[in-house]
């Protein structure tokens, strides 16, 4: 096993300072022993070291031909980026145990993988982040496919950002192309680059496998990224990350208001269930204004927290 806590780093610096203070005061002659000491400390806690690849790595269940050199360094890269770059790591963790089990359920309701839940992880970092391109919410939905299966995207009310509903256009989405191309490392693929362009490369290098496709490089990273994050996620203890079931985010337990009329103000609504105006809009992030038009009396369900999880100032 591999330890990575940089902590140890930063304690044996702290230590070598708060040695050398105490040798200036008391006339040490053990300055040098204890500095010593330190300095093995540090070799023995903290080693950056090359990471040992599973034998058995597969996406969703797809093998992945590792004895390829050239996959084995594809491989290996996101292994050590994702390693080593240890507080997104720590962050992905905490994240995942408050949010895969609203994903795990959908994912497999619809016959997708488990391993998909990493690409949500992959694509946002499992928050609610707008791409360059204008791909919103934890999927990265654009706004013409959310459309397209069946979202309500627009100024006021912006679905991408609703987790369940935009979970079930991602399985929507992999079902779909799962069937057209027969595998879910191309499905995942074409979910990165959209399936023109991996038909466009398909095309051009008469290969229909991904790990047998020159793709650009960001979907050509994609699918070891996920991988990488499924093995790292899932063994922590294994790559050397020291976190315990209390530090992790954990979800607010909640109950649903149904309406089917406009509200003028989300403060005001707000105020009725003992919450404000932020808490209200975390928990509802699809609701992209400080009011909502319904003009059409449309039945929408507003997700609202148990009473006694959040302190509200006065």
């Excluded at 780093?9 to 006339?27: D, R, Y």
């Excluded at 016959?111 to 990265?140: R, T």
């Excluded at 679905?159 to 027969?182: D, F, M, P, S, W």
Aim: glycine residues 6%.
């Amino acid at each position: 096993m591999r330890f990575l806590k940089n902590s140890l780093m930063v304690l044996g610096i702290l230590f070598v300072i708060s040695t050398l203070i105490f040798a200036v005061q008391n006339e040490s002659t053990d300055a040098e022993m204890m500095l010593d000491k330190v300095s093995e400390s540090n070799e023995a806690g903290y080693k950056v070291t090359a990471i040992d690849i599973p034998e058995d790595l597969n996406f969703a269940g797809e093998m992945v031909p590792v004895e390829d050199p050239e996959i084995m360094e594809r491989v290996d890269r996101e292994f050590l980026v994702n390693t080593y770059w240890q507080s997104n790591a720590l962050l992905l963790m905490k994240r995942s145990h408050k949010y895969f089990p609203i994903i795990e359920p959908i994912l497999a309701k619809n016959g997708i993988p488990d391993d998909f839940k990493y690409l949500a992880v992959a694509e946002s970092g499992l928050q609610n982040v707008v791409s360059p391109a204008g791909a919103s919410g934890f999927w990265q939905i654009m706004k013409a496919t959310g459309r397209e299966y069946g979202l309500e995207v627009n100024s006021n009310v912006d679905e991408r950002y609703h987790i369940e509903k935009a979970t079930q256009v991602a399985c929507n989405y992999l079902n779909k192309y799962k069937k057209k191309y027969g595998s879910w490392t191309l499905a995942a693929a074409s979910y990165n680059a959209g399936p023109g362009a991996i038909n466009k490369y398909m095309g051009i290098q008469k290969a229909d496998n991904y790990y047998d496709l020159l793709l650009g490089q960001e979907t050509g990273r994609y699918v070891f990224r996920i991988m990488a994050i499924k093995e790292i996620l899932s063994n922590p203890d294994k790559y050397g990350f020291d976190i315990e079931k209390d530090d992790l985010y954990n979800a607010v337990p909640t109950f649903n208001v149904e309406i089917d009329e406009p509200v003028l103000s989300f403060a005001d609504f707000a105020m009725q269930y003992e919450i404000n105006y932020k808490i209200l809009k975390r928990h509802n992030p699809w609701l992209r204004e400080p009011h909502l038009n319904n003009k059409s009396r449309k039945k929408y369900v507003i997700e609202i927290p148990n009473k006694g999880y959040y302190k509200i100032g006065k």
